[in-house]
């Protein structure tokens, strides 16, 4: 039964959402990753830079993606970010290539390498054993240090709020892994995309919003450009978290139930797919600001231009659609999904853990 007591004169909604909230809590709390399978990739990750530094020895391999910004899930992959430090130092296609071939002499992983992708990637996978039933999936990218910055943004938002963003945000990642509308590849949108979409949510749509926006607090000391630009982007945000937690409390009182069903909502009926475009910097933005309009330049259907369907600004490469993967059916499909969600939670089962059931059916 529900540990939340419940009020007599309670209405069935006020039930219903109480236990919906308590029920999203147990249910993330089991599919969190046990402290035994965080220490392995921890010495996964340590194995691997002893390795490259064999290579490079001035390198550091750093964890970024799920594993380090607190919206985990038991099993997922480990994003690896390898930095070097030298003046000298190798092409990292050359230095990708070296790596799949020292990684497939000496260690049990199997080694795909993507030398000349946007990010050269070293793609490692380790079959499953009884230690290690779901065996490991690990990319290790080289330099992509607006990676870790991203990284550290989300875990900043995660932290402001913990019990509601990562609640959402873990609860957003199972569903739509279940729904099977989380891959890129097949014209559905990454987790990333996924964790974006709430945190815009919870930044921009809420109202009074649950986060604040990190990216437009003023700094405490004045900074200079060379601080706060990487590659030609902004990159910077309010990280003091302590002293925010101190200065800054949502006038939000939503429960995480109350907000999940209305995110829901939004995302089934009142986000202008056609028009709009996710920022969590900005806000709102337009499509056409953006010169990220789709398919039809110049009257004519171009499906080369067939990114933005869904568009989803990245916070700091802001020329950058993180939802460009997603095609025409994608979009259709997640959209129904928002939908079909929204109407189950609207239903209001007797109980609310039948309706979580429903939901990731
Ligand atoms: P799971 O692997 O499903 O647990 O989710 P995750 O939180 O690790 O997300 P995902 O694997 O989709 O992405 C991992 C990290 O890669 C993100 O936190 C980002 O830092 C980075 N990333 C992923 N996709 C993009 C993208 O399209 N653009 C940019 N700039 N970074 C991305
Ligand atoms: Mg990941």
Known sequence: GSPILQHPRQSSKQRFVADLSQCLFDFVIQLLPTQ?????????????????????????????GSTANGFSLRNSDMDLCCLIDSEDKLAAADLVTMLGDLLE??????????????????????????????GIACDIGFENRLALENTRLLMCYAMIDPTRVRTLVLFLKVWSKRRKINSPYKGTLSSYGYVLLVIYYLVHVKNPPVLPNLQQMPPLRPIT??????????????????LLRQRWVSENPDSVAELLIDFFRYYARDFQYNTGVASIRSGLLKKEAKGWQNDYSGGRYDPSRERNRLCIEDPFEIDYNVARCVTKDGLYTIRGEFMRAARVLATRPDRAIVALAELCE
Do not use: Q
């Open 105 to 134: 002499r000496e260690t049990k992983f199997h080694v795909k390498t993507l030398p000349h992708a946007r990010i050269p990637i070293v793609k490692l996978t380790l079959d499953p054993s009884p230690g290690l039933p779901h």
């Open 36 to 64: 035994e399978e965080m220490a392995v990739k921890e010495d996964v990750r340590k194995l691997l830079e002893r390795l490259i530094r064999t290579i490079e020895p001035d390198s550091r391999l750093l964890s970024f």
């Open 225 to 242: 450009k060379e601080e706060t630009h990487l590659n030609g982007f902004n990159i910077w945000f309010f990280d003091d978290i302590d």
